[in-house]
């Protein structure tokens, strides 16, 4: 029989849990002692009676206060009792007590994790569904090192701090509940109060997997094992696959602008497969690049401000829907790379900044922690923690989403401390340096791995510096990326085509400098988002001259660039050339291929790509000398290229004029005699070009360039052609 407590000062440890300021409060709540001296004690604010259910015994209150205690006079009390409770509105409650649960997190797992080895720690830290001892629930855990407290508050419990204090795991500055009852679909944060200045602060789960639609911000607990994939031929296909000669065109998409309802809603995940796929199949692109999905607050940031690393934005749907996109992209043969930001975290105090109330995910110094220029807060690399939080985002996107690559953006702000800083706003290095060897650390580690583990998977640097070998082996002294982003190739040469064709002669140098280095990194050719916003002027309005002449140029830069040395990438509505720049808040103008220019231009990219994919000789060596060979590149007056792309059983020869001057009778070695067949013109009536060509020309015995036979041809105005043996 329970027997009240006398009306004495409350115990300190009590006091301690009904200010919410306990630091362990298993060691109150739940069931203590044994035999006669058995308690089971309970804090429930919004309770008006409790009983256990087990046996009908009925808690009482301590005076004043929501803790109940019930002394059975016996030990018989379940290990995993239940509590029947009312609340004070009169609805009645059945739950098991979360605190009659021990430790859910294994010591292994936080060890792991301490030393920044836990590649599946999200499977670990968050809010995850679980079955203790045959009971149902959802287990939440999250490192905060410097707290006092930590509770889970959320929709279940009114979100109020006082209800579910968490459990700390010691050393490893973790803390963990289970709660009995809850389910997929309950919304819930973390209440921290810092341990040294009592600061209380609401955060959000870094290791979330899915998030309210903003502007809202409280994670989701997800069911993690739902989704039935339908991608196993295409899996099995990727880890024996051989990217680095085989062909890989790239079509940059932002999600939230590509297409709209037609109210001006985002489009679901399931709708974007159907229309995206259909859309980048007919266009013979390889691969889809999303700019980030990865949950963030702001639309205004692209995604590039991230506080879910481990969720697809809400905007488009669930992450279920954003797995039956990339497994649509698959069955279609189309791959899927992720834009991934390792290299910064937005400022917004529901996310990651000052997340136990110091600076945990982010480095006190300033000099060291902030990127002025974008309002954000840099990553210390120098923590285990934090690096396996990065690390564990990389492997959850490979392996639970089954994408194919991650592009990382702003690779250089990682490697340089000094990263655009004035003289003194910067820490060097122990060796007085301005390299950030904690960083440069994380990204070999992290491609080592992400390699062995995920084979056939790729891992792109936007790295925009000479840092050398970039895509070279860990094992060398290289960054171990697969693949870097060409950002001098594309400064160069959209440098050189905004010259009007006159002067274009003075800046020859442009056209031909990017080959002396074509093949130190495994390159791609980026037209990408970054080029058509802020006033730099959509891809179409960079060309110069007449409405014609824009398009005529632009449709030769795209035919230098599925020729040139590299995979390709393209940023949405730059196939079809958009007039006005890219703005993340409305959808494309694709309302302009009623018109023929830009029909035109659309057919001629799916043209280059059916080219690119379908002749080893444009890619099988596009990362080695052996590839290309100029034939010649001196001819500045005329402002005219031509060089051979080469595999073992395919030669193409590829001639570019860039002037609106057709060329009659123009004469280029040849590597042997025979007749030469153009299999592409960018100046074909069926782009919309004047038709200016060649159909067939044999080669004749006239020594030039330094072979023995030579052909002539006629160039069209501001165009390239391709000519096969």
């Known amino acids: 029989m329970n027997k009240p407590s006398p009306s004495l000062p409350l115990d300190p440890e009590i006091v301690k849990i009904i200010e919410a300021r306990h630091h362990d409060p298993f060691s109150v709540l739940g069931r203590h002692g044994q035999d006669r001296d058995t308690v089971v004690r309970v804090f429930l604010p919004y309770a008006e009676s409790v ?37 004070k509105d009169g609805n009645d409650h059945l739950q098991y007590d979360p605190y009659c649960f021990g430790p859910v997190l294994p010591e292994f797992d936080q060890h792991l994790f301490a030393e920044g080895r836990h590649w599946h720690i999200y499977q670990k830290l968050g809010g995850h569904r679980q079955s203790v001892a045959g009971i149902d629930g959802v287990s939440f855990s999250v490192w905060a090192p410097n707290a006092q407290r930590v509770s889970v508050v959320g929709d279940f419990n009114r979100w109020d701090g006082r209800c579910h204090p968490m459990r700390s795991l010691g050393g490893s500055g973790i803390w963990e509940i289970f709660i009995p009852g809850l389910t997929v679909g309950c919304l819930y944060k973390f209440e921290i109060i810092n341990r040294n200045s009592g600061e209380l602060l609401v955060k959000t789960d870094p290791y979330g997997q899915q998030f309210e639609f903003r502007p809202q911000t409280a994670a989701i607990v997800v069911d993690e094992d739902r989704y039935v994939w339908h991608d196993g031929e ?40 159907e229309q995206l796929v259909d859309y980048v199949k007919t266009l013979g692109f390889t691969h889809i690049e999303l700019l980030p999905i990865t949950e963030h607050p702001l639309d205004a940031s692209w995604g590039y401000q991230t506080t879910g690393y481990f969720a697809p934005t809400s905007r488009h749907g669930t992450p279920d829907d954003f797995r039956y996109f990339i497994d649509h992209c698959h069955q279609n043969g189309i791959g899927v790379i992720l834009d991934w930001v390792p290299a ?45 939080f990065l690390l564990s985002s990389a492997f959850f996107w490979l392996e639970e989403f089954h994408l194919d690559g991650l592009r990382v953006d702003a690779v250089a702000s990682m490697l340089y401390l000094d990263y655009s800083r004035e003289a003194n706003d910067w820490i060097p290095n122990m060796y007085g340096g301005n390299e950030n060897l904690e960083a440069i650390d994380f990204l070999r580690h992290m491609n080592t791995v992400t390699h062995e583990q995920h084979p056939g998977t790729v891992v792109m640097a936007e790295e925009s510096t000479s840092w050398p070998q970039v895509t070279r082996p860990t094992w060398t002294g290289g960054l171990g990326f697969s693949m870097k982003w060409n950002m001098g190739w594309m400064h160069d040469i959209l440098c050189y085509m905004q010259q009007q064709p006159i002067h274009r002669a003075y800046h020859h140098d442009q056209l031909t400098f990017g080959l002396l280095y074509a093949f130190t990194e495994n390159f791609i050719l980026p ?9 730099k002027q959509s891809m179409l309005n960079k060309m110069p001259g007449d409405e014609w002449q824009r398009f005529a140029n632009l449709r030769l830069l795209y035919t230098m660039m599925f ?32 018109y023929a220019h830009h029909a035109g231009l659309q057919t001629l990219v799916k043209d280059l790509n059916r080219l690119y994919t379908s002749h080893p000789a444009l890619y099988r060596f596009d990362f080695e000398h052996a590839g290309f060979e100029w034939i010649d590149c001196h001819d500045y007056q005329q402002s005219i290229i031509s060089y051979r792309r080469k595999s ?66 006629t160039l069209p105005p501001l165009a390239g052609i391709i000519l096969k043996m």
């Not at 009925?58 to 016996?74: I, K, M, N, Q």
């Not at 902030?370 to 210390?380: A, K, M, V």
């Not at 037209?527 to 006033?535: K, N, P, T």
């Open 51 to 87: 009983s256990l259910a087990a046996d009908g015994g009925d808690f009482v209150r301590l005076p004043d206060t929501d803790v109940f205690e019930y002394r059975p006079g016996t030990g018989d009390v379940p290990k995993h009792y239940q509590l029947a409770w009312t609340d």
């Open 234 to 273: 295409w899996m099995d296909q990727r880890a024996q696959h051989d990217w680095l000669h085989q062909p890989m065109s790239i079509y940059e998409v932002h999600l939230g602008s590509w297409r709209r309802d037609q109210r001006g809603n985002f489009l679901n995940y399931r709708d974007l497969a």
């Open 344 to 388: 910064h975290f937005p400022k917004d105090a529901f996310a990651l900044a000052r997340f136990d109330g110091t600076a945990l995910y982010e480095h006190e110094d300033p000099r060291k922690g902030e990127h002025r220029d974008w309002g954000t807060l840099i990553y210390n690399y120098s923590r285990n923690e934090v690096k396996n």
């Open 527 to 535: 037209f990408s988002h970054d080029e058509v916003v802020h006033g």
């Open 563 to 594: 020729t040139y040395p590299g995979k390709k990438l393209l940023f949405m509505g730059s196939e079809f050339g958009q007039g006005t720049e890219w703005s993340f808040n409305r959808t494309l103008d694709w309302y302009v291929l009623d």
């Open 648 to 713: 073992a059983h395919e030669e193409l020869i590829v001639i570019l004029n860039f002037t609106p001057v057709p060329r009659e009778r123009y004469r280029i070695g040849v590597p042997q005699p025979g007749t030469y067949v153009e299999i592409f013109n960018s100046d074909s009536h069926y782009y919309d070009g004047s038709n200016t060509g060649n159909g067939s020309v044999l080669s004749e015995p006239q020594p030039w360039m330094g072979m023995e036979h030579s052909i002539s041809v």
